[in-house]
C-alpha cells in the first residue's frame, strides 16, 4: 500500500477499493465483458455503490444506467463507480457532477464538477475537459484526481497522476507532463501572484487508479513501467528540486 497523505478526508474513503464489495462487483463487470458488454445488453454501467446517490435529482435505483447528459449526486458516508465509454469514473461523498456527451451517445467530452471529489482514467482519444469552478483541464489519455474545497471558495485541487494534461486556472496556463503524480492547486484568489500553484500529493493513492483502470482494460503508467516514482507532487519518477513543477514561479 503506498504511503498517503490525507486533507479533510478519511481513511476509510480513500480505501474503498479493498472492500469486499467492490472487489466482487469489479470481478464481475470484467468477467461480464466490461462496458461494451453492458451498452449492447443494455445493462447498468455502475459497477459498485454504496449510500445515497441521485440521478437527475432522483434516488438512483438498482439497475440504473448513467447517460451522457446526466446529473450525478453523491450523499454523506456515500460513493458511486461507474464505466462511461472508455472512462472510469468513482466520486466520493457529497459531489455534485455532471458528465456532458462527446462525439457519441457513451463518450465524455466534459466532467463538469461542482462540489466533492472524483477518481477518474481515460484511455487515450480525443481532448476532453475536466471542468470545475477554478481550473479546467484538457487531458487526453491519463488518470487525475480532483477535488474541490467549498469550505476555501472552491479552491480545485487537481493531481495529473500520469500522462498529458493542459491546465488552465483563470488564465495561467501549463502543460502538465506526469510520470508520477504531478499536482496543482487552483485558487480562487491569486497567490503570489499565481492562479496556479504546486501542491502536494493528497488524499488518493495508486491502487486507487489501478482499479479505475483496471475497470476499463488499462494499467497506469507506473504499472507499465513496472516501478513507481516519488510522490512528492512534482510528477517524475526521480527526486526532482521544486523548480521543476510547471506552476513553480519563475
Known amino acids: 500500500m503506498t504511503q498517503h497523505i490525507l486533507l479533510g478526508r478519511t481513511e476509510d ?3 474503498w477499493f479493498r472492500r469486499r464489495s467492490f472487489l466482487r462487483a ?3 463487470w470484467t468477467a461480464m465483458g466490461g462496458f461494451s458488454a453492458a451498452w449492447a445488453q443494455q445493462r447498468t454501467n455502475v459497477v459498485e455503490r454504496s449510500g445515497d446517490i441521485l440521478l437527475n435529482g432522483e434516488k438512483l435505483v438498482p439497475g440504473a444506467y448513467i447517460q451522457t447528459g446526466d446529473r450525478i449526486e453523491t450523499g454523506p458516508r456515500s460513493h458511486i463507480v461507474f464505466v462511461m465509454g472508455n472512462a472510469a469514473f468513482g466520486a466520493r461523498e457529497n459531489t455534485r457532477m455532471t458528465v456532458e456527451r462527446g462525439a457519441t451517445l457513451d463518450a465524455v ?3 463538469r ?3 466533492g471529489a472524483v477518481i477518474s482514467v481515460w484511455s487515450r482519444g480525443n481532448t476532453r475537459t475536466i471542468q470545475t469552478p477554478t481550473l479546467t483541464a484538457g487531458i487526453r489519455g491519463t488518470g487525475v484526481y480532483t477535488e474541490i474545497f467549498t469550505n476555501q471558495a472552491d479552491r480545485t485541487y487537481f493531481c495529473n497522476c500520469y500522462g498529458t494534461i493542459d491546465i488552465d486556472a483563470g488564465g ?3 502543460v502538465s ?3 508520477y503524480h504531478q499536482s ?3 485558487e480562487p484568489e491569486p497567490r503570489n501572484g499565481r492562479l496556479l500553484t504546486p501542491a502536494k500529493a493528497i488524499n488518493h493513492t495508486d491502487e486507487e487508479l489501478e482499479a479505475m483502470a483496471g475497470l476499463i482494460g488499462q494499467k497506469t503508467a507506473w504499472q507499465i513501467l513496472g516501478r513507481k516514482g516519488v510522490k512528492d507532487g512534482q510528477g517524475y519518477m526521480q527526486q526532482e528540486p521544486p523548480s521543476m513543477h ?3 514561479p519563475r
Request: no cysteine; aromatic share 8%.
Open 13 to 15: 474513503e480513500i480505501l
Open 26 to 28: 469489479a470481478a464481475a
Open 109 to 111: 467530452s466534459v466532467l
Open 113 to 115: 464538477m461542482i462540489t
Open 172 to 174: 495561467d496556463q501549463v
Open 177 to 179: 507532463q506526469a510520470e
Open 184 to 186: 496543482f492547486w487552483a
Open 246 to 248: 510547471p506552476a513553480a
